[in-house]
């Protein structure tokens, strides 16, 4: 697969050109397009020599590639000024790590997540790149946890523990207020999009749903998702 990009118009959302290929190197091993919160650069994942770098295209056309080879299942995230990027799976499961999106480096400090245990973790990232939320089910006890992570002191809180079922990692809001996930509430039978306050309480359904994806708007106070 490659990285594409299609023009569109604002009001219509029409396609005006055909979709034209981003990326002209290592044709069909490249994927995961992520735009920088600016809109003129974009990082991707590319398959090189039997490994998966993390790559940032700039504005003018040059790319730096991060050394460290990656894990393609994560998505990456963009974190404020200066432009870093937010990486986890280099080079274990359980490290998150931040690069200088222009020389490659990582940029200090890492954070260490204690997984512990059941499903493998999937994280959700605040706007300001400080925070990262953590959510995990354990099959066997049959409990679902969120926690919070402090990247400057490693700090983490407990944000909800219960028995519900949770199928995506959390998602914040644009401005860091709310968490959004997809699952059941505790002893209920049916699925849809829930939200949980970053500074903890309780969990509520904001619509029944079947299927996972939700985004969030700008202004953080709408959330648009799918139903089939």
Not at 97 to 119: H, I, N, W
Not at 147 to 156: I, L, M, N, P, Q
Request: proline letters at 7%; a positive charge; charged letters at 25%.
């Amino acid at each position: 697969q490659d990285v594409y990009q299609a023009t569109v118009d604002p009001q219509t959302l029409r396609v005006q050109d055909a979709p034209a290929r981003l990326v002209k190197t290592y044709l069909g091993r490249n994927a995961l397009p992520v735009w920088s919160p600016s809109g003129n650069s974009f990082a991707y994942m590319s398959e090189r020599d039997n490994v998966y770098r993390l790559m940032t295209r700039h504005s003018d056309g040059k790319e730096t590639v991060v050394g460290e080879p990656t894990h393609r299942d994560y998505l990456l995230s963009w974190c404020g000024s200066p432009a870093r990027l937010l990486a986890w799976g280099i080079p274990n499961r359980r490290l998150i790590r931040l690069f200088d999106t222009r020389t490659g480096e990582a940029s200090p400090p890492d954070l260490q997540v204690k997984y512990r245990g059941g499903l493998p973790f999937q994280l959700g990232v605040s706007p300001d790149c400080q925070s990262v939320y953590v959510s995990s089910y354990s099959e066997a006890a049959k409990q679902r946890r969120i926690h919070r992570y402090d990247f400057s002191t490693g700090k983490e809180t407990d944000l909800l523990t219960d028995a519900g079922e949770m199928s995506t990692y959390p998602t914040v809001s644009p401005d860091g207020r709310w968490l959004a996930l997809y699952g059941k509430l505790e002893g209920g039978k049916e699925s849809g999009i829930l939200v949980l306050s970053t500074a903890g309480g309780p969990l509520r359904m904001l619509a029944p749903a079947d299927l996972m994806l939700h985004r969030w708007t700008p202004d953080s106070k709408r959330l648009m998702f799918v139903r089939s």
